[in-house]
């Protein structure tokens, strides 16, 4: 945890020891009293938290807020095909840190519909491992999430005059770099497959709605890694000087 979010605006906090964000302070970045540590406003500004007191039972934190800035989200909407539950928390956090501003998954053809009734999707443990991605990254903006019931419904929600780019390694014929369509400030819908793969059905859908099909190479990856390197493909064209 790079920096601490919490849900709103306070001038102080004051934690029972036992509250893990209390018992991360003290035992995992070991902050004494008079110490600073970041903090900031989910979809906030950032600030400064000052431990003016430890107790036996609580931690006194004061705080020093700086003006709002910029949300650092990329336009990049994420559409995952949903898999076990373990692998789509490894997305939710990855995906998080690396700055997308929507993850959204959707039951495909060769999903495992019971995935969806997870403790992960039940309970707000989705949105936990998402603002532990944005603490990573020092970011106070929360991507949005959602899950749909199919690819078809999930692409509704799309934005019009998008670059559409499905990454598949089957039936791809050209990479990112074949692309001659990048144009500045452009919004980007990234869509990879579920853990097995795009059905045939699916592709089909893929090309019909403007997606272009996108190789990674000849390696089969796991999805978690499939969505990192698709990700990092796409925000490369951000990072360039």
Partial sequence: MNILLIEEKVPFLILPVKDPIACHILDVLKARKGDEIDIGVQNGPKGKATLSA???????????????HTNDLYPIGLLVGLSRPQTCRKILEQASALGASRIDFF?????????????????????DKIIKGSEQAFSTFIPECQVWNSLAECTEQLRANSLRLAFDNYESVQTLEDLKSWKENQYYH???????????????????????LLSMGPRVLRQETAVVVAMGQVLSQFWKP
């Fill in 54 to 68: 430890i107790t036996d039972d609580v931690v006194h934190l004061l705080i020093q807020w700086n003006e709002d």
């Fill in 107 to 127: 039951v495909s053809d060769k999903s495992e519909p019971s995935y969806r009734e997870s403790r992960l999707w039940k309970t707000n443990e989705w949105k």
């Fill in 190 to 212: 990234i869509a990879v497959g579920a853990e097995r793969g795009w059905s045939k059905e699916e592709r089909r859908f893929l090309i019909e709605n403007q997606f272009s």
